[in-house]
């Protein structure tokens, strides 16, 4: 049964820590997508690849936000450093374009900064 | 920009009502369109979609229909039952390019 692995599934943090978040696509899905959940704003595109190339990353705050694509069984999330506004759920899922154009997202990852 | 708007809930029902929520969308192209479920503590799951004008998209007794003329992709089913209690989200992807999400309509039912 493919699906999108996430880790960890939840992460509490100091404030000014770093935290990396890592999801790993379905295999053979050429497109990976972070998104970011919380209760006042909804589900926020934070950034996508296509072919492990950044493709929009302007959801993202640059300042303290990367993401990166290491290889094409791997994406990672990084916030450094970290806010208690970053508070959130954040979501990997990937999907297969131009063919297929839904996304299959992870369980997430819940992140407390404290 | 291309957008999604959707009803606000909670939306509260009793067993084996009717349900509808609505959901129209701005797009500059020809989008695909989705409707999504997210159940508690878990991850967005697709439900049904449909890719072009007057497509129905069905699964589990939901249907939407892809209305090019009012943008809009409305969720219906018929009968409502305890295990549909979830959070619902409209989306668009267009030119197969980015999935944009409306902000998700949760829904009650009620035994």
């Known amino acids: 049964d493919a699906r999108v692995t996430q880790t960890p599934r939840h992460k509490v943090t100091e404030m000014g820590q770093e935290v990396t978040m890592r999801c790993q696509p379905i295999l053979g899905h050429n497109t990976v997508f972070w998104y970011r959940q919380t209760m006042m704003q909804g589900l926020e595109l934070l950034a996508y690849f296509r072919n492990r190339a950044p493709l929009d990353d302007s959801g993202m705050p640059k300042d303290r936000f990367s993401a990166e694509m290491p290889d094409a069984t791997l994406a990672t999330l990084k916030i450094q450093p970290s806010e208690p506004r970053d508070s959130a759920v954040y979501f990997c899922?990937?999907?297969?374009?131009?063919?297929?154009?839904?996304?299959?997202f992870g369980q997430g990852t819940r992140l407390t900064v404290v | 920009g291309d957008s999604v708007t959707q009803m606000e809930g909670p939306v509260t029902l009793s067993e084996e009502a009717f349900l509808t929520i609505n959901c129209t969308y701005t797009a500059t192209g020809y989008p695909s369109l989705f409707w999504y479920v997210q159940y508690p503590g878990e991850g967005l799951q697709l439900l049904l979609k449909?890719?072009?004008?007057?497509d129905k998209g069905s699964n589990k007794g939901f249907e939407a229909t892809y209305r090019k003329e009012t943008t809009s992709f409305h969720l219906e089913k018929g009968s409502v039952q305890v295990s549909d209690s979830a959070v619902y989200f409209c989306?668009?992807?267009?030119?197969?390019?980015?999935?944009?999400f409306g902000k998700g309509t949760r829904l009650h039912i009620l035994p």
């Open positions: 449909a890719t072009k004008a007057d």
């Open positions: 989306a668009l992807s267009d030119l197969g390019d980015k999935i944009i």
């Open positions: 899922a990937s999907g297969l374009a131009p063919s297929g154009t839904e996304a299959f």
